[in-house]
């Protein structure tokens, strides 16, 4: 499965931002999907993550109650509502695709699309 991924940008701090990910071929509903961000000079970090479904959904404590994760498989597409952004927020989003269960690991996710930047100004 190929994912892109779009809706960064810059943002002033308790801005809102919505990013997508649109994924290729057929089989979108078999994969969990997740979203992770890497800060300059930082590892990369679970943000949220969310069932073949959409019936379960898990969160980073970070972004827990600000940043909702959704998917239409409709679509083939997930999404990651970002609410009261903040400056540490700042980051390179990546979706990925796991098949079968994601989870909060890099290392459970098969595939990755590019990233998109965010900004969050203070």
């Known amino acids: 499965v190929q994912l892109q991924a779009s809706g960064g940008g810059l943002v002033q701090a308790g801005g809102s931002l919505r990013l997508s990910c649109a994924a290729s071929g057929r089989t979108f509903s078999s994969y969990a999907m997740g979203w992770f961000r890497q800060a300059p000079g930082k590892e990369r970090e679970f943000v949220a993550a969310i069932s073949l479904s959409g019936g379960s959904t898990y969160y980073a404590d970070s972004v827990k109650g600000r940043f909702t994760i959704s998917r239409d498989n409709a679509k083939n597409t997930v999404y990651l509502q970002m609410n009261s952004l903040k400056p540490e927020d700042t980051a390179v989003y990546y979706c990925?695709?796991?098949?079968?269960?994601?989870?909060?690991?890099?290392?459970?996710?098969?595939?990755w699309g590019q990233g998109t930047q965010v900004t969050v100004s203070s």
């Open positions: 990925a695709a796991a098949q079968g269960f994601g989870g909060t690991t890099l290392r459970s996710y098969d595939y």
